[in-house]
């Protein structure tokens, strides 16, 4: 059946990702999450398909394609292994997404062109030991030391770390950033090899193992004044545009872990057999499981692609767009559980393959912002009357 979403030009995208999938990442899934290595040839792999910078403008080196085309790419492939969409985020979307909106076109083309190809990888790191969804407690300071930025100070959880060629960042410049205005903040770019900036290692987490994700340092780091993004103070515009095309990309990719795991829990309640019958066919209780998962994952997409046509028709989709990573971390996470329910004993088994998706959904609900951080600032969009 085809969906309502559906055209032409994305179902020939989405037929590349399918391909992809099944020979290319699938197969290796198990192992990135087993190694929590990131998925570095799926990565670039991902870029020469074209499925990295599909909404970068085309003047920008990407494809210039719309949202619900990415929506799909990104579902398709967190079927089979979510952490490779959440690397592709954190660069394209997060890092990538400030180098579009705050960048000169020398640094566009120096940066985020070979980006968008998958020639070179980004990291964004916002988060501070402190401060955590409160940008207000930056600690991060950067100083203008004649025609240098000095920087020190620390940031943590950052993902793609080690792998990034280029770190875009953000440090408080402003004596005391303005908790009314919201300035003081200001983003930069740190090319990977800046002396005085250190990488962490990468931290043993539950779920998203192959993120890359680990801490990072700036002690007396100095980068040239031109590579401040944007203008001095300016930068938590951008950060909130690009963390909402972020919070919206959580929408699909929670989708597909969901989807993942259904499918899994179907196919194996109909091929196993006790007392001569299905699981299936045996239990009540197993057929209305995947029936309430079924439900919730149609129930999501309706959201999603609803959400993405809106988003695609120019609405900035503030309030939804954040909603979309409540509820799809929700439904991921839920529908994981049940699935390994499903499967029982052998579901616990890492190696079944099943038990991941559930791992993978439990992060999806604090990665990039917590859920209840999310539906905090949605609450004030309602207290405002914007929704
Ligand atoms: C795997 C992974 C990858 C990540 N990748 C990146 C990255 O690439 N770049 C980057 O900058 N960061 C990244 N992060 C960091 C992530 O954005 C933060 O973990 C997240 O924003 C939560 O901040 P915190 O961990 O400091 O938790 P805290 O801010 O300390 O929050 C702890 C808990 O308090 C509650 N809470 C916090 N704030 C609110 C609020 N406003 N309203 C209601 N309740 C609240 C929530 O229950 C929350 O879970 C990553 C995190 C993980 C786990």
């Excluded at 040839?41 to 020469?48: C, I, K, Q, S, V």
């Excluded at 899994?264 to 239990?283: L, N, P």
């Excluded at 859920?371 to 009357?385: D, I, Y």
Aim: proline share 3%.
């Amino acid at each position: 059946m085809s969906m309502w979403y559906m055209n032409d030009e994305r179902e020939a995208v989405l037929a590349t990702t399918r391909e992809f999938v099944r020979d290319e990442v699938a197969p290796r899934a198990l192992e990135v999450d087993a190694r929590n290595e990131f998925p570095l040839d799926l990565f670039r792999r991902a870029g020469e398909l074209g499925l990295i910078g599909i909404t970068v403008p085309e003047a920008d080196g990407g494809l210039g394609m719309d949202q619900t085309t990415n929506a799909l790419v990104l579902e398709e492939i967190a079927k089979a292994c979510p952490v490779l969409t959440v690397a592709m985020g954190a660069h394209i979307l997060l890092a990538g997404g400030m180098l579009q909106l705050l960048g000169t076109p020398e640094q566009k083309s120096t940066w985020l062109a070979p980006a968008a190809t998958g020639e070179i990888i980004l990291a964004c790191g916002q988060t501070e030991a402190v401060g955590g969804d409160d940008q207000g407690e930056y600690t991060t300071r950067a100083t203008l030391d004649g025609d240098e930025w000095v920087i020190n100070g620390g940031k943590v959880l950052v993902s793609n770390i080690g792998v990034a060629n280029c770190y875009v960042i953000v440090a408080v410049t402003a004596q005391q950033p303005d908790p009314v205005t919201k300035t003081g903040l200001s983003a930069f770019i740190i090319p990977a090899d800046t002396p005085g900036f250190g990488v962490g290692k990468d931290e043993n987490k539950l779920g998203w193992n192959g993120s890359a994700t680990g801490s990072l340092s700036f002690s007396n780091c100095r980068i040239p004044k031109e590579n401040l993004l944007g203008e001095r103070d300016q930068a938590l515009q951008a950060m909130f545009v690009s963390a909402t095309a972020e919070f919206l990309s959580c929408g699909p990719v929670s989708l597909g872990i969901a989807e993942g795991a259904f499918q899994m829990a179907r196919d194996y309640s109909m091929q196993r057999i006790q007392m001569g019958q299905t699981q299936f066919d045996r239990f009540q209780v197993t057929r209305h499981k995947l029936v309430k998962m079924y439900t919730q994952i149609e129930s999501l997409r309706a959201l999603v692609f609803s959400t993405y046509a809106q988003r695609d028709a120019g609405e900035l989709e503030l309030a939804r767009g954040r909603l979309l990573k409540v509820e799809g971390s929700r439904v991921a996470e839920e529908v994981g559980r049940e699935a390994i329910q499903i499967f029982g004993g052998v579901g616990t088994i890492v190696e079944t393959g099943v038990e991941r998706f559930w791992r993978d959904g439990k992060v999806m609900a604090i990665g990039g912002a917590s859920a209840e951080a999310l539906v905090e600032a949605v609450s004030a969009m309602m207290r405002k009357g914007l929704i």
